[in-house]
């Protein structure tokens, strides 16, 4: 096992995740980079699915996609969907899958994106006009 000098996030019970971070950190290859997802703890989950619901505008949003994909190398996708998007159960918003990612952090962030969206829809129509969906 790797000698890490930083808090990483304690592990999920066996069984409840897919998570992968046994074999993260005991593979002898694996980078600092490739490691950094462990710095996510739960505490700092928490702070982050509340600035991301505490988001004001779409270039916020951006932002703290850009800090995801620096700090941790997951990468924040949202998008309208295929279909339709009368709803914000119309976008697409997902997080890379990423070795160490906990399942219930990619299950949190989507949903902590969608419930600043539903509080902030011109938030929505700044997404829809960033993927050209209104033809401006």
């Known amino acids: 096992m790797l000698q890490i000098d930083f808090p990483i996030r304690k592990e999920c019970p066996p069984g409840a995740c897919d998570c992968k971070r046994e074999q993260l950190l005991e593979d002898a ?4 980079a490739a490691l950094a997802v462990l710095r996510l703890t739960k505490e700092d989950e928490k702070r982050l699915i509340q600035r991301i619901e ?6 916020d949003l951006q932002r703290i996609g850009l800090r995801l994909q620096e700090n941790l190398g997951v ?3 949202i998008a309208p969907g295929e279909n339709e998007v009368r ?5 697409q918003i997902e997080l890379s899958m990423r070795p160490g990612l906990c399942r219930k952090t990619r ?5 902590a994106v969608r419930r600043c969206l539903k509080k902030k829809p011109a938030i929505i129509y700044a997404i ?3 993927h050209d969906l209104f033809g401006v």
């Open 29 to 32: 290859a694996a980078d600092m």
């Open 54 to 59: 505490a988001a004001e505008s779409y270039e």
């Open 75 to 77: 990468a924040l996708k």
């Open 87 to 91: 709803t914000v159960m119309g976008l």
């Open 107 to 111: 299950e949190a962030i989507p949903a």
């Open 128 to 130: 829809l006009d960033a």
